[in-house]
């Protein structure tokens, strides 16, 4: 895999709260019949995805089928600060304000593939951020839980979800510290981590259901991190409890809150 860079942490554009009139009016699509056919979310700025995950898959190497149809249907410029729209579909991180950043999309391939999400999974995001990779989560699972420390991201997101139609049943939204997961709802069957601590969380580890997967960078603020894949093949919290593996250096913003 040569994939490098993940999320970048530049910055120091503001998040628009609202979704602003120029997402609305992105494109029109027009019905074989040359009348202007209702634009549907999934078919808005269609090409332009279709092109960007191609190369995604051939670079990055990510090749499983509902993974990637998964990218196709999501229209990440619903999920970008509207003076960024045109950039979406670029493969960068792209700033959304508050000093964070909506993933790169080759990151977000990566990640969804590691923890290969069943239609029938629950699934728990920390970081919402922008709401793309809880999108992408529940065009593949069964309910999505995502949380956000940042009360103005939480709105953005919230906004983002709704406009783009995921807010209806799949996806539930909380505000807060992610470090001790979503009791409540666990156990989960895939975990994605969107911020860097320096070490896992062991609330989040002790929420991952038999076999679950769990995927998140690890490492010092403003230092390469690893990106690991945590799976659970056994009961109780130790050791033995899990799998380990690494699966490649990235960037991403740190983790806030008590996992400081
Ligand atoms: N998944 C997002 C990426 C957002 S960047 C997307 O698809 O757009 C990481 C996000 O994690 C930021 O919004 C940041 O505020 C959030 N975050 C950092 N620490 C957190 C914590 N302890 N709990 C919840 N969210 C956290």
Known sequence: ??????????????????????????VSTASDTGRP?????????AAEREALFRSV??????????????LRRVPRHRFVPAPLSDRAYEDRPLPIGHDQTISQPTVVAVMTAAVAPAST??????????????AVLAELCARVYSIE?????????????????????????????????WPEAAPFHVIVVT???ESVPKPLLSQLAAGGRL??????????????????????????????????????????????
């Open 1 to 26: 895999m040569r994939v490098a860079g993940a999320l970048l942490l530049v910055l120091g554009c503001e998040a628009r709260s609202d979704p602003g009139p120029g997402r609305a009016a992105q």
């Open 37 to 45: 056919a209702a634009p549907k979310k999934s078919d808005e700025r």
């Open 57 to 70: 898959e051939r670079e990055a190497e990510v090749h499983d089928p509902r993974v990637l149809a998964a």
């Open 121 to 134: 999974d629950r699934c728990l995001e920390i970081g919402t951020g922008s709401g793309y990779q809880a």
């Open 149 to 181: 420390y940042l009360a103005p991201l939480a709105r953005f997101a919230e906004e983002n979800l709704r406009g783009a139609g995921y807010l209806e049943d799949r996806v539930m939204l909380r505000t807060g510290d992610g470090y001790r997961g």
């Open 195 to 197: 911020a860097a601590p």
């Open 215 to 260: 995927v998140i960078p690890v490492g010092p603020e403003g230092a390469v991190q690893e990106l690991e894949l945590w799976t659970r093949t056994g009961s109780g919290d130790g050791p033995n409890a899990f799998d380990r593996r690494t699966l490649m250096a990235v960037r991403f913003v740190p983790f806030l809150g008590e996992g400081r």
